[in-house]
């Protein structure tokens, strides 16, 4: 082979393993952090079933990826949790859908839910949810439908959230 382009290849090979290390984002034990830190701010009984003798990917209201074991759905919809959202959530970065709808969360939307690139559906209402819609939401490029109602939102609605090309639904309610 011509040195020259060996040189090249090497540098290509380089380049693909940085690569491959940077978008590694700790896979299925980061997601599994998340849950547990989830679970720890929910201050009632209400999760006591998400425990060590089940993979996380068969809690109740987890749905994973048949391959990667990633968590895409998180629903727990009317199951009197009573609590705060833990900012870990938004290291579920395969999540697509979240809905706590109709339970008792109180606290606020942790900024952090803006790194869920791949979230097409947030279901929040029917909580006690205070504090401003974090601007960040504006970072889910893929959100379609967004839920905030019968919270206790103040503060209006980030600019960004009318930037979304692919969000077709909104109720927020003040
Ligand atoms: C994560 O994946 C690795 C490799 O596939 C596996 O050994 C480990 O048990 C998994 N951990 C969890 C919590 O699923
Ligand atoms: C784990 O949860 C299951 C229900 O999902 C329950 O039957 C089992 O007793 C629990 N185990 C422990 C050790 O708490
Ligand atoms: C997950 O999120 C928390 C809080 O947002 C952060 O401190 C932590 O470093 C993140 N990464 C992993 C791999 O858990
Ligand atoms: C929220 O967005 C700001 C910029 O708008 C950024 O600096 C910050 O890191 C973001 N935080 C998270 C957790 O995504």
């Given at each position: 082979m011509n040195s020259h382009i060996a040189l090249l290849f090497s540098h290509l090979v380089i380049f693909l393993i940085f690569a491959a290390i940077s978008a590694y984002d700790g896979g299925n034990e980061t997601d599994y952090q998340a849950l547990l830190k989830f679970k720890s701010m929910i201050t009632n009984k209400g999760l006591s079933s998400w425990n060590a003798s089940f993979h996380f990917c068969d809690w109740s209201g987890v749905s994973c990826g048949?391959?990667?074991?990633?968590?895409?759905a998180l629903v727990l919809e009317s199951q009197g949790l009573e609590g705060s959202l833990s900012p870990?959530?938004?290291?579920?970065?395969?999540?697509h859908v979240f809905s706590l709808r109709n339970n008792n969360i109180q606290g606020m939307i942790p900024?952090?839910?803006?790194?869920?690139?791949?979230?097409?559906f947030l279901y929040l209402g029917y909580n006690k949810i205070s504090g401003v819609i974090p601007a960040n939401l504006s970072h889910c490029s893929n959100l379609k439908d967004l839920r905030l109602n019968n919270n206790n939102l103040v503060g209006?609605?980030?600019?960004g959230i009318g930037l979304l090309?692919?969000?077709t639904f909104m109720v927020v309610q003040y």
């Open positions: 048949k391959q990667n074991k990633r968590v895409t870990y959530v938004g290291n579920l970065s395969f999540l900024h952090e839910i803006g790194r869920l690139s791949r979230l097409r209006s609605i980030p600019k090309l692919k969000l």
